[in-house]
C-alpha cells in the first residue's frame, strides 16, 4: 500500500488527505496480553519456557531464587536477535526509599525495612556499611547500568537464549537464601520490568506473555504497572503445584485479590489454572493421568466455591489444566498431548489468529483501494444523491438504536448506585472498624501498619498478609451494588459487545444498498470496511474505559478521605495508634452524607461522557467517510485496478 499512497496526488486536498492517513493506519499492531500469576517456585519460568519452545530464554531451576520483576515475552520482529528491554523504576524513587530508610528520620520500624536491607545487600553489598542515603547514589555504584540515572532502558542483545538468560538473572532473580555469589551486584531492586524479545516465534507474533509476580507491588511505579497490565490481560494463568492445587492458599488469594481488576475493572476472558509438574513423584503413566483427572475436579469445585472470585467470573470463564514441562521435553512416561502443553500452545495460537496482521490489513487495503477506484472512475454522480439520502436516513436509525440500550444503562446503574449511596451510609463506620481496629491484631503490632495505611493514602501491602485498601472497603457497597449490572453491560467476552451488543449490531445495511445503487458499488464496499474498523475501534476505546468508570468509585472514596489521612499522618509519640483511629472515624462520620454521592455522580458522570463520544465519534467518522466518498467530486486520484484485483482475490480467500 506504499506504492498506492506515493501515487497519490502530491496538491492536498480532503480526499487526499483522508486517504493518506487510512493507508498509514492499516500498519498498526495489535497484542493480547497473557498474565502468569503464581507463587514462587510454581514453575511460571519454566511454564513458558516449555510453551514457547525456548527451553534456556527464563532463568530457572533454583527453588531458592524467585523471579521478583514484571518480565514480558514478545516476539522480535526485527531481527534473528534475543533481545531484553531493561526498564528501571524512576531513580529519584529508589532516592526516595534510601532517604526514608537511612535519613534522618529513618523508618526502621516499617515492616518493610527488612525487604530494604536485603535490597541493599544485593546492590551494595559490603560497600552499603556506614553509607548516607546520598552517598549511595553516587555514580560509581551505578558503572554497568548508567541508563538508571538517566532514567532511560537498557538493551541486552545476544545471539542465543542461553546467553542472553545468564546476563538477565542480575536483573530479575532475587535469592532468598543467604549465599556465598559471584555476582557482586543485583539489579532487581531497581527494575520495573523487563521485556525479553525472541526471534522467529510463531506464538509471539500478537501476543504477550507476562510473569507477574504476586499481588502488587510496594514500589510506587511498579505497582502502578502491575495494576495495568493485570487490567489489561485478555487470558490469565494461574500457575501452581498439582500436588498443592486446591489447598494451595497463595494462588487462590491471588485470583481472589486481583478479581476485580481483572474482571468489572479489566478485560480478561480466560482464567486457565495450571496444575504444574503433573508427573511430580509419581512412574506411572496411568498414575498421572489419574491424579491430573481429580485435580481438575477439585480445582473446579473450589472455583464454584470462591464467592469474591464469582462475583465477577462465572463457571464458564475457567478453565484447568494439568501440564509437565519435563515430560513434554523427554517423553518419558507420557506423550506429547498428555503433557497439555500443545493445549496451551494451540489456545495462544488461536489468540494470534484472532489478531491476524494478515487479515486486518488486507480486509483494510481492500476498502481503501476500492474507494479509490470508485473515485478515479466517477461514475454514478447522479446517483450519489439518492445513495446520500438513503444512508443519512439510515444513520439516523441506526444512532437511534445505538442511543437507545445506552440510556437504559444508565438508568440502570442510577438506580443501583442510589440504592448502593444508603447503604454505604448505614455501613461505613462499621467496614472501617474492620480495618482499623482489627479483632485479630493485637494494637501494638498493629500501630505501624495503620501508619503506614494514613502516609500512603489509605492502601498499604504489609510483608505478611493481604492487601489492606481502605478506599475499597469503604466503597465496596458501591461496587457490590453495580457488579452485576457492569458485567451485563460490559462483558469481557468479545462475542457479547457492550451496551447489549448494540455496536455490533449497528450497519448502515450497504449490501442492501449495493444491490439498488451498482454504480456506486466499489464506495459502498469502502463504507462498510470502515463501518467495520470504527465498531472495533469503539469496541477497544469501551474496554479501556470501563476500567477507568469502574475504578472511580474507590478513587472518589480515596479524594475524599484523604483530609481525613494527611490528619491522621501528623500524630506522633504516646497514642498515636488511638488518635489515628478516632481522626479516621471522626472524618467518616462528617463526610458519609457527602462522599458516597460524590463517588455515584462520578461515576455517572463519566459514563454519560462515554455514551456521548461513542455516539459522537460513530456519527463523525462514518459522516466523513460517506461526505468524501460520495459528495466529492473533481479529484485527480490514479487507476489502481490490478491493486485492486490482487487485494481482492487474497480478500475472498480469507
Not at 498431548?337 to 488461536?350: M, R
Not at 478515479?376 to 439510515?394: F, H, I, P
Not at 493485637?442 to 510483608?463: I, R
Request: proline share 2%.
Amino acid at each position: 500500500m506504499s506504492f498506492v499512497k506515493k501515487r497519490l496526488p502530491a496538491q492536498e486536498n480532503n480526499l487526499n488527505r483522508f486517504l493518506k492517513v487510512k493507508i498509514d493506519d492499516l500498519e498498526t499492531d495489535k497484542r493480547e496480553l497473557v498474565g502468569v500469576f503464581g507463587r514462587t517456585g510454581a514453575g511460571k519460568s519454566s511454564l513458558i519456557n516449555a510453551v514457547i519452545g525456548e527451553k534456556n530464554l527464563l532463568p530457572t531451576g533454583d527453588v531458592s531464587a524467585c523471579t521478583s520483576v514484571m518480565i514480558k515475552v514478545e516476539a522480535n520482529k526485527q531481527n534473528k536477535t534475543y533481545q531484553a528491554d531493561i526498564e528501571f523504576i524512576p531513580n529519584e524513587e529508589w532516592k526516595d526509599e534510601l532517604f526514608q530508610f537511612l535519613g534522618d528520620k529513618a523508618d526502621q520500624e516499617d515492616d518493610y525495612y527488612p525487604d530494604f536491607v536485603e535490597k541493599l545487600s544485593a546492590l551494595y553489598g559490603e560497600e552499603k556499611e556506614n553509607k548516607t542515603s546520598e552517598m549511595l547514589m553516587e555514580k560509581k555504584y551505578f558503572k554497568e547500568i548508567p541508563e538508571f540515572l538517566e532514567n532511560k532502558k537498557k538493551i541486552l542483545t545476544y545471539e542465543s537464549a542461553e546467553k542472553l538468560s545468564g546476563t538477565l538473572v542480575r536483573f530479575t532473580r532475587r535469592d532468598l537464601e543467604d549465599r556465598e555469589s559471584k555476582v557482586k551486584r543485583w539489579y532487581w531492586p531497581l527494575v520495573k520490568c523487563v521485556t525479553v524479545r525472541v526471534p522467529k516465534n510463531d506464538l509471539l507474533q500478537h501476543v504477550t506473555l507476562v510473569d507477574l509476580p504476586g499481588n502488587g507491588d510496594r514500589n510506587q511505579s511498579r505497582d502502578k504497572m502491575w495494576k495495568q497490565l493485570v487490567g489489561s490481560c485478555s487470558t490469565v494463568w494461574i500457575v501452581t503445584d498439582i500436588e498443592r492445587a486446591a489447598a494451595e492458599t497463595e494462588a487462590w488469594e491471588i485470583l481472589e485479590n486481583a478479581s476485580s481488576l481483572m474482571g468489572n475493572g479489566g478485560e480478561c476472558q480466560h482464567i486457565h489454572f495450571i496444575c504444574a509438574r503433573s508427573d511430580v513423584n509419581l512412574n506411572d503413566r496411568e498414575a498421572i493421568l489419574k491424579r491430573n483427572t481429580k485435580a481438575k475436579k477439585v480445582v473446579s469445585e473450589q472455583f464454584s466455591q470462591q464467592e469474591t472470585i464469582k462475583k465477577q467470573f462465572s463457571d464458564e470463564y475457567l478453565k484447568v489444566f494439568t501440564v509437565t514441562s519435563n515430560e513434554f521435553l523427554e517423553k518419558k512416561l507420557l506423550n506429547p498431548d498428555e503433557t497439555e502443553i500443545p493445549k496451551l500452545k494451540e489456545f495462544l495460537q488461536k489468540l494470534n489468529d484472532c489478531h491476524s496482521e494478515t487479515v486486518n490489513y488486507v480486509s483494510g487495503a481492500h476498502g481503501i483501494l476500492s474507494l479509490i477506484q470508485g473515485a478515479s472512475r466517477r461514475k454514478g454522480a447522479g446517483k450519489n444523491t439518492d445513495v446520500c439520502t438513503d444512508l443519512d436516513k439510515k444513520m439516523k436509525d441506526e444512532l437511534d438504536k445505538v442511543r437507545k440500550p445506552m440510556e437504559e444503562a444508565y438508568v440502570a446503574f442510577e438506580k443501583c448506585l442510589s440504592e448502593g449511596v444508603e447503604r454505604s451510609k448505614r455501613s461505613c463506620e462499621s467496614a472501617l472498624m474492620s480495618v482499623i481496629r482489627p479483632s485479630d491484631v493485637e494494637n501494638a503490632a498493629f500501630h505501624q501498619t495503620l501508619k503506614s495505611v494514613v502516609n500512603k493514602s489509605g492502601t498499604h501491602k504489609p510483608k505478611n498478609g493481604e492487601q489492606i485498601n481502605l478506599n475499597g472497603k469503604l466503597a465496596s457497597c458501591l461496587t457490590d451494588s453495580i457488579d452485576e449490572e457492569f458485567k451485563k453491560t460490559f462483558p469481557n467476552k468479545r462475542k457479547c459487545g457492550p451496551f447489549n451488543n448494540v455496536i455490533n449490531m449497528f450497519s448502515l445495511d450497504t449490501k442492501s444498498l449495493i444491490e439498488k445503487y451498482k454504480d456506486v458499488e466499489l464506495q459502498l464496499i469502502f463504507l462498510k470496511t470502515e463501518e467495520d474498523k470504527i465498531k472495533t475501534e469503539l469496541n477497544k476505546m469501551i474496554r479501556e474505559s470501563k476500567k477507568t468508570i469502574y475504578k472511580s468509585l474507590t478513587e472518589t472514596i480515596g479524594k475524599n478521605m484523604q483530609g481525613g489521612y494527611s490528619q491522621a499522618a501528623t500524630f506522633t509519640g504516646k497514642d498515636t495508634l488511638e488518635n489515628m483511629r478516632n481522626t479516621l472515624e471522626k472524618h467518616v462520620r462528617a463526610a458519609k452524607n457527602i462522599m458516597f454521592e460524590k463517588a455515584k455522580e462520578e461515576l455517572l458522570k463519566q459514563l454519560r461522557d462515554l455514551m456521548e463520544e461513542i455516539l459522537k465519534k460513530l456519527e463523525e467518522t462514518m459522516q466523513e467517510s460517506i461526505e468524501l466518498s460520495l459528495k466529492t467530486d473533481g479529484d485527480s486520484i490514479p487507476d489502481v485496478t490490478w491493486q485492486l484485483e490482487e487485494v481482492n482475490n487474497y480478500y475472498n480467500e480469507l
